[in-house]
């Protein structure tokens, strides 16, 4: 696993190797990238991170510091690096295509296109009248690429295409771009509407391909059925909160881990995790952080963020475990509990509640010596 700090550094992780004990399960770095003067790392901070999808012997990196790299993850030394001229606020990798173009959602209007084979910057896509803050490619269409700015519209791409996006989502229709029942009436036109009341700062697809997921700073998470382009109308109630000034993705959990027909969405709100049915918008959990740290990577350590906010999710492929990043520095690992961490629970809390009996019956015996002795008194008024 990846991470990458405020101050710049990237850290690697082995998932396998652990210091394990009943209650906490702490990891350390396997290697570490940090902030030098050299031109090998970031000068500003990391904001996306991510392994090529079919080698995890690279991986990606962007920054507050207008540049993508490219990295060998055996040595950390990059291979390559792309001045884009623009905050890079998030990265993308299609995981079905061969093309090997780099999504970048900058602070530009406009998408930039890099292409990893020719080491350059293969085109642009413009349509937005602000910055993009979010790019995700679609799991089944290697050409077809989301992305969601800060002027509130999400936008669609054929990436083949040079006269523009395909269409924009329009959070006022559930009909489609299909019309009712697939005939046209009451069709909107594609290039009308906007997804979210203010920027769109998160854009997520189910593993399917089937719907997309997208968050915005009118905080709301909404659902397009992306058959027909319609917003589904889940509603997640007022509980959402979204005060990330760049991107957000919330996380869908892999349809494999979950019963058919459902599917799970986990939010990061501010100081907590939230888990959601995406499809009817139900709470079913929520998450905070306890005292006890599972996985530690010190980020801004000179100045501590005590708010403690959520910034990023990540699911670990293979496996029911998940991690979330927070503003403390620190790198949190959830993971279902084992039948002995049950067990020894459920004795603690045993001996929790025979401890508390036993007190309050030793509180009941001072009491009664005191009312017993205060009885054997004579007791007379004047």
């Known amino acids: ?14 998932l396998e190797r652990a210091d394990n004990t009943l209650k906490r399960c702490t990891h ?3 290697d570490a990238l940090r ?6 790392s970031h000068k500003f901070g990391i904001t996306s991170l991510s392994f090529y999808p079919f080698d995890s012997q690279a991986f990606l990196s962007s920054s507050y510091d207008h540049t993508l790299k490219i990295y060998a993850t055996e040595t950390l ?8 001229n623009s905050v890079v606020y998030s990265h993308a990798l299609s995981p079905v295509a061969d093309h090997l173009l780099v999504a970048c959602a900058t602070q530009h209007p406009a998408i930039r296109l890099v292409d990893l084979r020719s080491g350059a910057s293969a085109h642009s896509l413009p349509g937005h009248q602000g910055a993009v803050l979010s790019v995700a490619w679609s799991p089944r269409d290697s050409y077809l690429l989301a992305s969601g700015g ?8 054929d990436i083949r295409r040079s006269t523009g996006s395909l269409g924009v989502l329009d959070l006022e229709d559930s009909v489609g771009t299909a019309g009712e029942e697939g005939s046209g009436r009451n069709a909107r036109s594609p290039q009308q509407g906007k997804a979210h009341i203010g920027a769109c700062n998160g854009v997520v697809w189910t593993d399917d391909g089937k719907y997309l997921v997208t968050a915005g700073h009118d905080e709301r998470v909404r659902v397009w059925d992306m058959r027909v382009h319609a917003n589904t109308l889940s509603h997640f109630g007022p509980i959402i909160k979204n005060t990330h000034l760049s991107t957000l993705l919330p996380m869908l959990v892999p349809s494999h881990v979950v019963p058919a027909g459902t599917q799970i969405m986990l ?12 499809f009817n918008g139900t709470l079913l959990k929520r998450l905070r952080a306890s005292e006890g740290v599972v996985s530690q990577k010190r980020g801004s350590v000179e100045q501590p963020n005590i708010k403690n906010k959520v910034m990023w999710l990540c699911w670990r492929t293979g496996d029911v475990e998940m991690y979330s990043a ?9 993971k279902p509990r084992t039948q002995e961490e049950i067990e020894v629970d459920e004795e603690e809390s045993q001996e929790a509640d025979e401890g508390e009996d036993e007190n309050r019956k030793r509180k ?11 009885s054997k008194r004579k007791i007379t008024f004047n």
Do not use: C
């Open 35 to 40: 902030k030098s003067s050299s031109t090998t």
């Open 150 to 157: 800060s002027d509130g519209t999400v936008r669609l791409w």
């Open 77 to 84: 030394i990059p291979s390559a690096s792309f001045d884009l």
């Open 267 to 278: 939010y990061p709100n501010e100081k907590e995790i939230l888990i959601f049915d995406l």
């Open 326 to 334: 927070h503003s403390d520095g620190i790198v949190r690992a959830w």
């Open 364 to 374: 009941r015996q001072i009491l009664d010596d005191v009312f017993r002795d205060l």
């Open 28 to 30: 350390r770095p396997a």
């Open 1 to 14: 696993m990846l991470s990458g700090g405020a101050e710049s550094s990237i850290l690697l992780w082995d």
